[in-house]
């Protein structure tokens, strides 16, 4: 059984920064994919950024330069550093895993950008 358990999120204001974490539980394949998606009130859960199994990173074109994504394949963990953060990056963020075939969620975690 795998299971996602999110940390972290918040309140922040804007260009400030934010760290989101997610622990992985059971057999995992260090070739799956960990990734991060957020969705905003009224919009579709999109891809923010995602790290391959043993492959570099891809995000999202809206947060280059700005958001970066780690993974450690040892504790089967992953995070996401947030970095200048804007009011657009208000969302629920959540963690996710693909493995086997199969999606696996976090909880979610919301972050919310506002002076």
């Known amino acids: 059984q795998v299971q996602l358990v999110q940390s972290g999120g918040g309140l922040v204001e804007p260009g400030g920064s934010l760290r989101l974490s997610c622990a992985a539980s059971g057999s995992i394949s260090g070739f799956s994919v960990m990734g991060w998606y957020r969705q905003a009130p009224g919009k579709q859960r999109a891809l923010v950024a995602n790290i391959p199994g043993f492959g570099r990173p891809n995000y999202a074109d809206s947060v280059k330069g700005r958001f970066t994504v780690s993974r450690d394949y040892a504790r089967n963990t992953e995070s996401l550093e947030m970095n200048s953060l804007k009011p657009e990056d208000t969302a629920d963020y959540y963690c996710?895993?693909?493995?086997?075939?199969?999606?696996?969620w976090g909880q979610g975690t919301q972050v919310t950008v506002s002076s």
């Open positions: 996710n895993l693909k493995h086997r075939g199969n999606d696996y």
